[in-house]
């Protein structure tokens, strides 16, 4: 059953990055017991600055050294620890990569490594888009990976994470995304996607911040084509919800991906994976970004530049159904 979204608003705006540093506190505060380790783009007024002012014993700062912070996290928890650990996205995955892979991943250890600032939202362009991150995940064994769609979603995930066993990426972008739910009152479990929309001409699944904008493209295909188009919020990329995936392309026919990462190897690759092997015949297609370093501008203007705003998604859609 579809949940309740903000479908017929606009630009009802949430923050994740804060978000994960104010529900961090709100575990803390109801005694749940973790460490955190983050680096020196936490800012003392930030929601997670709060979290290291009022409990400083459980909060390491390595500065600008991912690689160590996340080896030290790995130490943490295998003395008995679960950690939370926050670095700037582009530099998890890229300088980090073998301390997730051999330390984190090996070892199966309980460490939420929170990726901020995901896709283009950096604001610092090529050098520090965040867009390979998830084809190195999904090839690394034992990692979950969430991807919230909103603040209210990443808290809910960062609270189920204090449960979870095993090791974990939350992915999450810069800030200021709008909200997708309406309310929180819906049920989210790891690993299982959610159906934000009901539909039957089409399927779109995406995951993140791409979710919203997925949204108001199906309202532009209901509105101005005529074209019922389900949306699906794959929140957990790794392991992958197939069997949400294979109801959906029963029931539609067309299956189309949208999501803020490199069309290669991201949640587009693992829905088509799946639906080559499945023997699906319908139609699909994947947004995302292409195979090149991106545009340098605003975060919306680099969406609509390539066809991942609602306007471009419901072209793209609009094409492939002809």
Same mark, same amino acid.
């Given at each position: 059953m579809?949940v309740?979204?903000?479908?017929?608003?606009?630009?009802?705006?949430?923050?994740?990055r804060?978000?994960?540093?104010e529900?961090l506190l709100?575990?803390?505060?109801?005694?749940?017991d973790f460490?955190? &380790?983050?680096?020196?783009?936490?800012?003392?007024?930030?929601?997670a600055?709060k979290l290291?002012?009022?409990?400083p014993e459980r909060?390491?700062n390595?500065?600008?050294?991912?690689?160590?912070?996340?080896?030290?996290s790995?130490?943490l928890a295998?003395?008995?620890e679960?950690?939370?650990?926050?670095?700037f996205?582009?530099?998890?995955?890229?300088?980090?990569?073998d301390?997730i892979?051999?330390?984190?991943?090996?070892?199966?250890v309980?460490?939420?490594?929170?990726?901020?600032?995901?896709?283009?939202?950096a604001?610092?362009?090529? &050098?520090?888009n965040?867009i390979?991150d998830l084809?190195?995940y999904?090839?690394i064994?034992n990692?979950?990976v969430?991807?919230p769609a909103?603040?209210g979603?990443?808290?809910k995930i960062?609270?189920q994470?204090h449960?979870?066993?095993?090791p974990m990426?939350?992915?999450?972008d810069?800030?200021?995304?709008?909200?997708?739910?309406a309310?929180n009152?819906?049920?989210?479990?790891?690993?299982?996607a959610?159906e934000?929309?009901p539909?039957a001409?089409?399927?779109?699944?995406s995951a993140?911040?791409?979710?919203?904008?997925?949204?108001?493209g199906?309202?532009?295909l209901?509105e101005?084509?005529?074209?019922?188009?389900r949306?699906i919020d794959?929140?957990t990329i790794?392991?992958?919800d197939?069997?949400?995936?294979?109801?959906?392309?029963g029931?539609?026919g067309a299956i189309?991906?949208?999501e803020?990462?490199s069309i290669n190897?991201g949640?587009?690759?693992?829905?088509a994976e799946y639906?080559m092997?499945?023997?699906f015949?319908?139609r699909?297609?994947r947004i995302g970004?292409?195979?090149?370093?991106a545009v340098l501008g605003?975060t919306?203007?680099?969406y609509?530049?390539y066809?991942m705003?609602?306007?471009g998604?419901?072209?793209k859609?609009r094409?492939?159904?002809?």
């Amino acid at each position: 059953m579809a949940v309740l979204t903000t479908f017929d608003f606009d630009q009802m705006l949430s923050n994740a990055r804060e978000a994960y540093g104010e529900e961090l506190l709100r575990m803390a505060d109801d005694g749940l017991d973790f460490v955190f &380790t983050y680096s020196d783009n936490v800012a003392p007024s930030s929601s997670a600055g709060k979290l290291v002012a009022k409990y400083p014993e459980r909060c390491f700062n390595f500065g600008i050294a991912e690689p160590n912070q996340v080896g030290a996290s790995c130490g943490l928890a295998l003395g008995g620890e679960i950690v939370y650990s926050q670095v700037f996205g582009p530099f998890l995955s890229l300088r980090a990569a073998d301390q997730i892979h051999t330390d984190i991943a090996y070892n199966d250890v309980n460490v939420r490594l929170i990726g901020t600032h995901a896709g283009v939202t950096a604001g610092g362009g090529p &050098t520090h888009n965040c867009i390979a991150d998830l084809a190195l995940y999904r090839a690394i064994p034992n990692l979950t990976v969430e991807v919230p769609a909103d603040a209210g979603q990443c808290c809910k995930i960062v609270r189920q994470s204090h449960s979870f066993e095993g090791p974990m990426i939350i992915r999450i972008d810069r800030g200021g995304s709008p909200n997708v739910y309406a309310d929180n009152n819906y049920e989210l479990v790891i690993g299982k996607a959610i159906e934000t929309l009901p539909g039957a001409d089409v399927t779109l699944i995406s995951a993140g911040s791409s979710v919203y904008w997925s949204l108001m493209g199906a309202k532009i295909l209901r509105e101005k084509y005529g074209i019922s188009a389900r949306l699906i919020d794959m929140h957990t990329i790794k392991p992958l919800d197939t069997d949400m995936i294979k109801k959906c392309a029963g029931e539609t026919g067309a299956i189309v991906t949208v999501e803020e990462h490199s069309i290669n190897g991201g949640l587009g690759s693992a829905v088509a994976e799946y639906l080559m092997e499945s023997g699906f015949s319908g139609r699909f297609k994947r947004i995302g970004l292409p195979d090149e370093f991106a545009v340098l501008g605003e975060t919306e203007a680099v969406y609509e530049y390539y066809g991942m705003d609602p306007k471009g998604i419901a072209e793209k859609v609009r094409l492939l159904l002809k």
